[in-house]
């Protein structure tokens, strides 16, 4: 049983608890902010049986195994090497960090200290993304994909009330690239591998941070547009096509569903069974590792490919 | 009454003929082709009084004023040349040209000679694209678009087999930007003005032609992704973000149904009802323009315009 902690008292930690509650492997049992008050408060909801605004006691306490981190982003890089150098595991939530270049001292540093880091990037362990994978054969040679994220945040309008916002905040790392961007290239790594070239464009809005976004990912015959949005809505299907049919599907970080038309005419509908909830794999994923049961070599491959996307693309505004 | 002639007898030249009979304006009376037999039983299937393989004799001839050219792209201009040069009026196929210097020497011939010289772009002339523009102010601040036109062609299987096929044939002017980029292209200049910056990557095909590709369009606070592709097939409708609301329409080339959906919850539908070949729209302008009632100066500009940004993606292959 991995005994775990979470940091950060937002909409994820509480999706990560939910989550974690299918997982026997895991129990998380203690959650932890700053804000004793707010810590005790977000256990209760949680109904986990303990809470801590004691960030030093909680990492040396010996009935906590792991660590989950569901802070701003721009906090993630230090919360991680303390829970790492408390000798404790740690799952982080996406984007673990902004740059490759962090996330390799992360992970040696998880290495030198014999723990598994993990970077929650939901869905990289989904399963359905492998069945879509499993489908990419039928269409014949791959020439275009589109893959997005697109969803308007109502904390836009603060932003745009001249408040300050964490999840728009570029101090802390957010905006739509690092809160929904990762998902697309997350997918279009896992179905496509590394591109040979990147090309975008930002939109950028009051605060600093980019509000919205364009890539084109050029590979060897193929070309895929990525596009993400924190400040306007789509509801359009994600796409991929082929010489010899295209597919189409619903959801880029959880699919639900896929509609296969082919040249010939034939069309299937394909629905992907799985908790609605899918962040279970990722920790599925992370109990796996921190039993012992295989390396974290592959994934962490995934984040330094993401990542790298991400500072190309952030590099080209 | 403007009396036309064709050059081409492919299935863009039917269209031409079939749009025209619903203009009063205009009376399309001979179908040229160089070969004899294909003019005569061309005209015969049309139901065209004459045909003709003497292309000179069909210039000189004073019972035509203007001829249509639906040829292969790359003898576009050296016919429109000779048509311009011959004191006729020139509706020529879209792409004109494949360059902005050619048009701008075809438009100087025109105004010399003192004809019409326009390019059949027929979502250019078609009101349903005004009335998505006319949507457009519902949306607030414009974000992202997204306009797109795949269609596979059954000729890209001779293409594969090793035959040489105009439309994928690189000489010609061939390849999707040529063929079905140039919609999405015109669709975004009419909506949106000419962008600060294009990027694209395009998909190589054998014979040399690109055979797909993709652009982002930067705008001042706007990215629009374009999409073509004559060798996979899409039914994603294009789409307009705003920070107010999403539209979404049905076709780049001949829009029929739009849909507005705001950030308050209200969705609304729109059919823009018309002829169901939109080619009569272009067909009416230029018989607008022919009669003297309007310069063609604007609908120059747009295709200038247009063969900027073909131009900036060809270079950038």
Known sequence: MIRMATIGTSMITGRFIAAAAGVPAVAVTTAYSRDADRAARFAAEMSLPASSSDLDGLLSSPDIDAVYIGSPNGVHAEQAEAVIAAGKHVLVEKPAVPTEAQFIRLAEAASDAGVILLEAMRNCYDPALDAIGDLLPELGVLRRASLAYCQRSARYDKVLAGERVNIFDPALAGG???????????????????????????????????????ALAIYDGLVVDLSYSKITASDRVNEIQGESGTLTFDHVAEPTSATLSLLDGTVTEHTFDGPANNMVHEIRRFAELVAGENDPTADHERTLATLRIVEQIRAAV
Chains 1, 2 share one sequence.
């Open 176 to 214: 739509a690239l690092f809160d929904l961007g990762v998902y697309p290239i997350a997918a279009m790594l896992r179905l496509f591998g590394e591109p040979v070239r990147v090309l975008s464009a930002s939109v950028p809005i009051p605060g600093g941070a980019d509000g919205a976004g364009a």
